[in-house]
């Protein structure tokens, strides 16, 4: 026995779970995504979406429609006679008439425990505010933004050491795994749904360029939490005194280090810097227009004395 199901998805995050229902034999009618952007060097060929890439790779057809909100629209989805749509960080509004097409229902994973973090960046976010714990959900979807009822939930540990990349890969897995069982028990009719709860409600607003700023009067946690939320994007970074301009330098990864003094001044020779209380050591950066490198490797090139001040 499985599923047909319409498969909607767009980055890297949702490959796992097309894989893995296509692997556990539900039969994909069609894969929609969004249209391919510019890319490659120079921008101008035309990059299909993770997403796409595997959907044509497994054989299966892929839609790329700019709108679903038109009558055809409607009419192509419906044709599919899907059992049951899969939605992961497609990136479009389905309307109502979308969501009621497929039998039994349009099933979203979504990377947060829900309420926290309704909307367009819950790994992002939910580092950044330095949370204990996040996860997997999936739920049936309403024209509310991430309203619907929770069907199943994965738990997972935030450590310090992960950054939105380390969260994202951790994550991506789990959820596909989540999906796969979720669909399996709809598939039996034994799919239970719970409302989600009214307290506890936060958005995790699309992430900013004029966030990225570190602001090092703040304590290091928070200093850390901000940089590793932002790691590899947009990325977090601070400026150093250069020869004429300032040189802009990307944080990807740091770790707690000991030591105090004006937030934003280097307190050692291995890139220890002061924030509002507490200090961070960088482990990984990148120089503005440079790739990116550990913080031994740049110092090599641009050693860094204690007292120099990031900005």
Not at 2 to 21: K, N, Q, W
């Amino acid at each position: 026995m499985s599923l047909r199901l319409i498969f909607m998805g767009t980055p890297d995050f949702a490959v796992p779970t097309l894989l893995e229902l296509a692997g556990h034999g539900h039969e994909i009618a069609a894969v929609y995504t969004r249209a391919p952007k510019p890319g490659g060097r120079r921008g101008l060929q035309l990059q299909p979406t993770p997403v796409e890439q595997e959907a044509r790779r497994l054989g299966i057809a892929v839609l790329t429609p700019r709108t679903l909100k038109t009558p055809e629209a409607l009419d192509e989805f419906r044709a599919h006679q899907a059992d049951a749509a899969v939605v992961v960080a497609y990136g479009m509004i389905l309307p109502q008439a979308i969501l009621d097409a497929p039998r039994l229902g349009c099933y979203n994973l979504h990377a947060s425990l829900l309420p926290r973090w309704r909307g367009a960046a819950p790994i992002n976010r939910a580092i950044m505010a330095g949370d204990a714990e996040t996860g997997v959900m999936v739920m049936k979807m309403d024209v509310g933004l991430d309203t619907g009822d929770i069907a199943m939930a994965e738990r997972l540990a935030i450590t310090d050491r992960m950054t939105a990349a380390d969260l994202h890969d951790a994550l991506a897995p789990l959820g596909a795994d989540l999906m796969v069982r979720a669909m399996a028990a709809l598939e039996r009719g034994g799919l239970q749904l719970a409302r989600q709860s009214e307290e506890g409600v936060t958005y995790a607003a699309k992430i900013e360029k004029a966030e990225a700023r570190i602001d090092w009067t703040r304590p290091a946690h928070a200093v850390l939490r901000h940089i590793h939320g932002l790691s590899p994007f947009p990325g977090a970074w601070a400026e150093l005194p250069g020869d004429g301009e300032p040189v802009r330098i990307k944080i990807l990864r740091c770790e707690l280090a000991g030591g105090s003094g004006q937030g934003g001044t280097v307190l050692d020779d291995n890139l220890a810097i002061a924030c509002g209380e507490g200090a961070i050591r960088v482990l990984e950066l990148q120089r503005e227009g440079k790739a990116r490198m550990k913080s031994v490797d740049f110092l090599r090139g641009a050693p860094l004395k204690a007292g120099a001040r990031f900005t």
